[in-house]
């Protein structure tokens, strides 16, 4: 039967029928689209006195998404008019279908009614923040006791899972910071040269480089490089179980989320960041190394001479303070922004973006804060 439409007025009610077979590989023949039936309903709610919107299909034989889709902006069309929208005569899939589809708002309506301000913007982030800093203690609290348990032997987390933490932040994470380190002390020693050889001071370029590398370079750098690959990744795997609602099976079974997946990243994370940063500093090194001794004309041993002649083992010990802080900082961004995630893939995208943007604040802040509480101390 071919497909066809019927709109009638029945005193305040507009009455839309449709019968006949309404799929799209039927209609694409019959030159009957679902374009006319969509337009003159919605010319028919210009009419006066209409308090109700009835949709029938009492011999409809066949349909598809097309037909719910024009039904449904009839009857978004008459919703936003104040009108009753009665979709009960409709098959049985059809009408749950169209009920479901009316209850969720378009995409620009859930964001915003009208567009904010920016007064309007700012203020909203300002009242927000009381209830985003209670949040963000109680998850360092949750993580406190989470770590109480674990100094007492009573935390429920796998081995396994810390292994692979460990993995994860350390052997994978080596041949990127391999690249980036060696390429930041080639850039260093090339970018100091050139102010250097003003004063035929090349040499220096050597201790210059082993310094700043060892001391604040290094770390940072390997905090950045995590931020984005491993913080990053916290967040989208916890983000992700849950949506899946993985976590809240975790707490229904009587396990800790903080224990199963925030301990061992948190741990993994605080062990490896000073590890890789000690590499990253002889990576940084051995890239100044290149250009000392292929560039500059330096020999090797006056190179490594003047590298470890202005090296102190407190300077060492200095950027491991600032790779140890940095990787509780990005384990703690990373899995507050997982765990907070909302339950839909935008959500968890955020939540991802979220962990990387605070993780590079954070080192950043923290960078600032050591740096000028050891200039004070005189180290």
Not at 72 to 85: I, K, M, Q, S
Request: glycine share 10%; net charge negative; charged share 15%.
């Amino acid at each position: 039967m071919q497909a066809s439409f019927d709109i009638r007025r029945e005193q305040a009610a507009l009455v839309i029928t449709a019968s006949g077979s309404w799929e799209r590989a039927s209609l694409s023949g019959s030159g009957v689209s679902a374009a006319p039936l969509m337009d003159a309903s919605l010319a028919a709610l210009e009419g006066p006195g209409l308090a109700e919107v009835r949709f029938c299909a009492p011999a409809l034989e066949s349909w598809d998404s097309l037909l719910l889709a024009a039904f449904n902006a009839v009857a978004r069309e008459a919703a936003r008019r104040g009108l009753a929208v009665d979709a009960r005569a409709l098959p049985d899939g059809m009408a749950p279908m169209l009920d479901m589809a009316l209850a969720v708002p378009p995409s620009d309506q859930a964001r915003t009614q009208h567009d904010e301000s920016f007064l309007e913007s700012l203020g909203g982030k300002v009242l927000a923040l009381p209830g985003i800093s209670r949040d963000v203690l109680e998850f360092l609290g949750e993580v406190t006791q989470s770590l109480l348990r674990f100094a007492r032997g009573r935390a429920s987390f796998s081995r396994r899972d810390l292994w692979n933490v460990f993995r994860e932040c350390g052997v994978d994470a080596l041949p990127i910071v391999t690249l980036t380190s060696l390429l930041l002390g080639l850039i260093l020693a090339f970018v100091s040269s050139m102010q250097l050889k003003l004063f035929g001071a090349e040499i220096y370029v050597a201790s210059l480089v082993g310094v700043s590398m060892v001391r604040v370079m290094g770390p940072v750098l390997t905090g950045i490089v995590l931020a984005g690959r491993t913080g990053a990744s916290f967040a989208a795997v916890i983000g992700s179980m849950q949506v899946n609602e993985e976590v809240d099976a975790l707490t229904g079974f009587g396990i800790s989320p903080m224990d199963f997946l925030v301990l061992p990243r948190l741990l993994g994370l605080a062990v490896m960041t000073p590890l890789l940063t000690l590499y990253s500093n002889i990576a940084g090194i051995a890239g100044g190394f290149l250009v000392g001794v292929l560039m500059l004309g330096i020999t090797p041993a006056a190179y490594v001479a003047n590298t470890l002649s202005l090296m102190q083992m407190s300077y060492v010990w200095i950027g491991l303070l600032h790779a140890f802080v940095f990787g509780i900082l990005i384990a703690l961004c990373g899995c507050y922004q997982g765990i907070r995630s909302g339950r839909n893939a935008s959500a968890v995208g955020r939540a991802t973006t979220s962990a990387v943007v605070n993780s590079i604040v954070g080192i950043i802040v923290a960078t600032s804060v050591i740096t000028i509480i050891f200039t004070v101390v005189d180290l």
